[in-house]
């Protein structure tokens, strides 16, 4: 079963060729990673996904829905969320706040029921703080629920960001290098939790540096480079794949 | 919760206190003044949302105010009695929304009631605000600031150059606002306190609205948006439309300002329209603290009273300007968030800002 489809998809800024005619399949309930060399563009098929960019060319489907066209706040609200290469959390909310702004889209009370302080908001206040509690707990971040995310140290502001984006329940989560700026034992303790997210039945699209954590975590990987697919395999079949070895260390290896 | 209804609570008492000490002093006068001050206050709690809040600047909200104002004056002071031929006309009559009026010579008028004619002004601003904010908030910073000045431009242009409006004079002999129980809003002696209170009431419930909104949902969508606007996209906040609702929520303000000064006053002129005024309510709103409601509306408080005392003299547009320079050179958090004291010992020892060192 096919929750994200890509399809020929290309993106040109001025003279760089960032995403070539790039096409697969993400399926449901797997944990896929993209990787290739800097500037291969992974970051940008991120955007593209995600409705941050609108593609040149190529169709994107989400749940059997074509999303290109999009933008990304609706793309959001369908179940799909990402989260960033450089962390964006809401730096003068706290970290319980910055969670709870994760269930925007699963309530409801807009500008005259705040204005006016309906009922009806109080009883939602009520259940978006208990799951942002909940999520808290899951995450281990509990403690941290009156700080401000600002000021947390840089391995648990991404897991922050991460609590963010599962308090708007999606079915497809997108990390951009979740593991960018973390000490091993913390790119450790962030494969956990991937797993355990697999585990709650969200599909998860990463982009990674740290092979360690790609290899280990990942159902299927796509290489990229130069915005041009050139596997699409297993982990362990991908190790071996010629192509990929000579993309990474150059042609003499 | 508690505390968000305690401030209001001590607030009321503030204007309460106010009103009490100017009649122990035996100068009521004061009130005017207070009273004038309390319509500005109401704009300049709505542009303290807008700017501190959803993050968006506007160098333009004069022009809410003055479009409330010009159309209410208008609608209230322009004779009808040639046009009742027309359906519209003859209709309104029917529904009891249009009013005789006698003029100084005794002469009869046929005007709009002010009730409607309210409406009428709030609703153009709104429109006015959706229409143009939709292109505008699209903007940001130094560009954003520039294309809602040059709407503010416009708005006091028309003003000045239109026959119909007064042109230089504006529209004076505007009547007062009749209330229910007998009360109206107008400058007349005889209801001062009585104005006094229902200006600073309407001051407080738009302030208990701003302040439930902040503790909204949609409150916490707007900090999302000025915190990291991408960011809250990724989760499905529709920030454009978020921040287009809090534009069009502070014009509306402002425009309710506009109409009620209006009718206080007995007329309005251009220069309610100026850009210098439109100055004055950002320097308010970021001496305040910019995303500190009570700030500001402490601010407006103290200056507008000064300013419209004369304290300020013919320096008056030039102080809110040196204010505004001051206050974004050495508090840009406001002047009641930061020690005073800090700030100096700080310039003294050398002078470089600790936002550089950090």
Known sequence: MTILSVRRVSKRFGGLQAVSDLSFDVARGSIKALIGPNGAGKTTLFNLISGFLPPDSGEIYFGGAPVHDLPSHQIASRGMVRTFQHIRLFPKMTVLENIMVGRHVHSRAGFLAGMLNLPFTWREERRIREKGQEIMELLGIAEHAHTEAASLAYGQQRVVEIGRALAC?????????????????????????????????????????????????????VVLSFGQKIAEDRPLAIQKNREVIRVYLGDDA | ??????????????????????????????????????????????????????????????????????????????????HKGLRLVALLQKAGMLLERSDLYGGSHLVVHPWLACAAAVLLAVVIAYVVGGPVLKLRGHYLAMATLGFGIIIYRVALG??????????????????????????????????????????????????NLIQS??????????????AAGAIGIPTARYKLNTFVLSAA??????????????????????????????????????????????????????????????????????????????????????????????????????????
Request: hydrophobic share 50%; glycine share 12%; with cysteine.
């Open chain 2, 1 to 82: 919760m508690a505390r968000r209804y305690s401030m209001v609570a001590a607030f009321a008492g503030l204007v309460v206190a106010i009103q009490v000490a100017t009649y122990l002093a035996g100068a009521p006068y004061h009130l005017t003044q207070l009273t004038m001050t309390a319509y500005y206050s109401l704009l300049i709690v709505g542009l303290c949302m807008l700017i501190g809040y959803a993050g968006q600047i506007s160098l333009g909200h004069a022009g809410f105010f003055a479009i409330g104002g010009y159309v209410s004056a208008f609608l209230t002071t322009h004779d009808l009695a040639a």
């Open chain 1, 169 to 221: 329940e999606p079915r497809l989560l997108l990390l951009d290098e979740p593991a960018a700026g973390l000490n091993m034992r913390e790119t450790i303790g962030m494969g956990g939790l991937i797993g355990k997210i697999r585990d709650m039945g969200i599909t998860v699209l990463l982009v990674e540096h740290d092979m360690s954590l790609v290899m280990g975590i990942s159902d299927e990987i």
């Open chain 2, 253 to 358: 303000f402002a425009s309710v300002a506009g109409v009620f000064l209006t009718h206080y006053n007995g007329g309005i002129g251009p220069s309610e329209a100026s850009v210098m005024k439109s100055v004055r309510y950002v320097a308010i709103v970021a001496i305040g603290g910019m995303a500190n409601l009570w700030g500001a509306l402490l601010m407006s408080l103290v200056l507008n009273y000064l300013s419209l005392r004369g304290y300020f003299g013919t320096f008056d547009d030039a102080v809110f300007g040196v204010i505004l320079i001051l206050i974004m050179l050495f508090a840009p958090d406001g002047l009641l968030r930061r020690h005073i004291l800090a700030d100096l010992k700080r310039l003294a020892s050398g002078g470089a800002s600790d936002e550089e060192a950090a």
């Open chain 2, 217 to 230: 949902r949609v409150g916490r969508a707007l900090s999302a948006v000025h915190g990291a606007e991408d």
């Open chain 2, 162 to 211: 239109t026959e119909l409006l007064g042109a230089a004079d504006g529209i004076s002999e505007v009547p007062g606002f009749p209330l229910p129980f007998g009360l109206i809003i107008s400058g007349n002696a005889s209801v001062r306190v009585s104005n006094y209170y229902l200006a600073w009431g309407l001051v407080i419930l738009g302030m208990v609205l701003l302040l």
